[in-house]
Structures are given as structure tokens and as C-alpha cells.
């Protein structure tokens, strides 16, 4: 008899798309706009905070939950910025990014057979997400230009199973900020079938025309019944230092608590010292990422409707969604093969973000989070990009 070699769960997903697109980069000498990393410096200070702290000795496990220096950061800085009163002895969980914060909070609330629903386009790790924590999908298909959602739709997505909503704001891929009467409609329906709320705000200083933020949990009834996941990553330009975070009730954290201890144990304690005096930067500080970021923005957008392709201009985050079709009759697979292989530019297929990939297939993402000399070079690059001829050789 023969077993098969992978779980069922593990067989289920494939590698990620985004991750592989930065090793095609690599190969082929690409400009990377396809994983969101920055390719700037991070903030001087916090650098050297995290230098000292190494060279200080805090080198061995942090507390489980999160090094208490930084939790009491967390819990000032959501306060300073959403209002929102947050205990730091029992309500935040410190973890490996807030990629871990997402799996551990799914496999803390989760039973094999619950119903999730995500928003689609999607962050692709939500896929995996639900099914490593036994979750069915239910997708909710957020529309172009805007990016809405048909409040019908969402209302029939909801039933007796489900047992929680992903709702990433500002969001990846699209760039949509959620406005406070869509997060209203969801919380009401939230409410109305007891259901969880696990937003991912990591974007959330990443704003562009004047447009807000929201949080989840600062509505009227949601404090208690929404897991809130933030990190370092993006806000001070750290992704390779893995540090995130889950704010959530007592109860709740309880149990994302135990999940991440058998997960990871912690996440690097120097780290969590840098982040500490990150958290309390000045308003200032966020006030000028912002600024740079739609700066860069504006460059690459303007070098994308250059070079023909038609895109929604984001609000938040720091991608932006660009249809193919007025440039290529080639799907979105072949489209970003020819771009990383013969342009030089690596992006994301659409159908990443998409459960059926045929609904991805006339879109490509960009990600600017990148020196403008970077987007400048890319944009130089896609200019002219004519429609290959499928029938040659490659
Ligand atoms: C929406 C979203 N959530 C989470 C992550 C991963 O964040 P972290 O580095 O904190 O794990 C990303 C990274 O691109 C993202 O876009």
C-alpha cells in the first residue's frame, strides 16, 4: 500500500506565486515590482536601537506573547492613533509577522468545516490561511473601479456556519480603503450571525488623496469580536524582521496565545526592542511615509498609463492593479512570463488573487515600494510593450 507523501492539506496550495516571481527576478536580472519589499533603507533610529540591543544582550527568548517594552508600545500607539484602550498584559500577542498572526488567529477560532469569508481580489496567503485551519472559503467578489462589494452579495455569504471574515484595509491587491459604511454593513452583519472579525491593517498609514483609515474594532459592538493584525513590516519598511502582531479581547488573545506559543515560541526579541521606539515615532514620521508613498505612486502610475496599461488608482497600500487587455491578448501567466523573462520587469499574475484564476487572468500587480530611481528604470523598461507574438519561440 502506498501513502501519499503530503498531506491533503499541504497537496492543496502551491508555493507562492509573489515569493516565486522575486527568484524569477533574480534569474533574469528584473526589476522587482513584484514582492512588496522596500528597496530603501529602514529608518536610521530603529536600526540602531536594534544594533544596541543585540550588542546589549537581549539575545534569548522574549516573553511568549511579546516583550512586555513592546506590548506597552502597541498598546500606547493604538491608543494614540485608533482611540482604542488596549491592555497589554492580556490582550496583544506579539509574533513572527503578521503572517503568523493571521494562521495563529484562523487556528485559534477555527473548527475544521467552519465557513470564512474573504474578500476577492485577495492577499494570496489567505487561500492557505483558511485551509491549514480547516476553513471553507466563501469569497465575496469586491468590483472594479472601486472595488465595492454588492451588499446583497455579502449578506447572502453569511450563514449559521460561518465563523469568521478576513478584511484586509488598505488593501493588497486592489489599493481599496474600506470606507466606515461598508465596515459598518459587515460589522452589522457580523453581529447579527456572531461572527469574527480578523482585519489585517498593516497598511494602515499607507494612505493617499486624504483618504482615512478605519479600524474594525472601534465600531459600536466590534471591540470584542475583532481580531486586529499589524506588524512592523510595512509601516517601517522591516519585512525581513518578521515581527507582527494580534490585538484582540482577553479571551480571544487567550487562545491565539497558546497557538503561537506551539508555533513559533516568539518572534526576535532585539527586534521587538527596535520596535518598541518604532511604535513611538512622531506623528510626523507617518505623515511623510505617506507623502513618499504617493509620490512613488504617482510615478509609477503615470509610467504604467504611458505604456498603455489601464489601472485603478490605489488609495491605500502600495500596489496597483493594471488590466492587460488593451496591451496583450496573452493571459496574465504568459503576460508576466514575457515581462520577467524579455522586458525586465517582475510583477504579479492577477490570478494569484483570485480562487478561480480565469477571473485574474486580464490583470497584473505592481508593487511600489521602491527607490524612484527603481520605478523610473521599470517604467523606462515597459514603455512600447508591444503584444508578442505568441506562435515564436521564447
Ligand atoms: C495584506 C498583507 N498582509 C500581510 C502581509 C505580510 O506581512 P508580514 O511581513 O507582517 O508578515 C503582506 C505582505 O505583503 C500583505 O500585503
Known sequence: MT?????????????SVIREMTRLANLHGAVNLAQGMPDFPAPQEIKEIACRAIMSDVNQYAVTWGAPRFRNAIAEKTGRHLGLDIDPEREITVTCGSTEAMIASLLAVIDP???????????????????????????????????SFDPDRLAAAFNERTRAIIINTPNNPTGKVFSREELQRIAELCIRWDVIAVTDEIYEHILYDGSSHCAMATLDGMRDRTITINGLSKTYSVTGWRVGYAIASAALTAGIRKVHDFLTVGAAAPLQEAGAAALGLPDSYYRELASAYQQRRDTLLDGLQRAGLRCS??????????????????????????????????????????????????????????????????????????????????
Open 113 to 147: 468545516g467552519d465557513e470564512v469569508i474573504v474578500f476577492e481580489p485577495f492577499y494570496e496567503n489567505y487561500g492557505p490561511d483558511a485551509i491549514l485551519s480547516g476553513a471553507i472559503p466563501r469569497y465575496v467578489t469586491l468590483q472594479p473601479p472601486d472595488w
Open 3 to 15: 501513502r501519499d507523501l503530503l498531506s491533503r492539506k499541504a497537496a492543496q496550495f502551491t508555493e
Open 313 to 394: 488608482v490605489p488609495r491605500g497600500a502600495y500596489y496597483i492593479m493594471a488590466d492587460i487587455s488593451a496591451v496583450t491578448a496573452l493571459d496574465d501567466l504568459e503576460f508576466t512570463g514575457h515581462l520577467v523573462r524579455d522586458v525586465g520587469v517582475a510583477v504579479v499574475p492577477g490570478s494569484s488573487f483570485f480562487h478561480r484564476a480565469s477571473d485574474g487572468s486580464r490583470y497584473i500587480r505592481f508593487c511600489f515600494c521602491k527607490r524612484e530611481s527603481t520605478l523610473l528604470e521599470a517604467a523606462r523598461r515597459l514603455q512600447g510593450i508591444l503584444q508578442p507574438d505568441p506562435s515564436q519561440p521564447r
